[in-house]
């Protein structure tokens, strides 16, 4: 993501989709995991419309490890 994006420095998407927003920034409700670059909330609230909100550090350390089509489940 350019620097500065609210939700950066990383995101990753999921296949998941929102219950909540059904478009976002003219593509689909998509589920994400990402920083809280620009955005209000700690990691970990339910803060959000369906993403993970994970540290800034988080997100850097999963986006180099995590390669496209990798599983994710979310457990709470």
Same mark, same amino acid.
């Given at each position: 993501?350019?620097?500065?994006?609210?939700? %950066?420095?990383?995101?990753?998407a999921?296949?998941?989709r929102?219950?909540?927003l059904?478009?976002f920034?003219g593509?689909?409700g998509q589920i994400a995991?990402h920083? +809280?670059m %620009?955005?209000q909330g700690?990691?970990?609230t339910?803060?959000?419309?369906g993403? +993970?909100r994970?540290?800034?550090a988080?997100?850097?350390w999963l986006?180099a490890?995590?390669a496209?089509?990798?599983? +994710?489940t979310?457990?709470?």
């Amino acid at each position: 993501m350019p620097g500065g994006v609210a939700g %950066g420095p990383y995101a990753l998407a999921l296949s998941a989709r929102s219950n909540v927003l059904q478009r976002f920034e003219g593509g689909p409700g998509q589920i994400a995991v990402h920083g +809280v670059m %620009g955005l209000q909330g700690r990691p970990g609230t339910a803060i959000s419309h369906g993403c +993970v909100r994970v540290a800034n550090a988080d997100s850097r350390w999963l986006s180099a490890r995590i390669a496209p089509g990798t599983p +994710v489940t979310i457990r709470r």
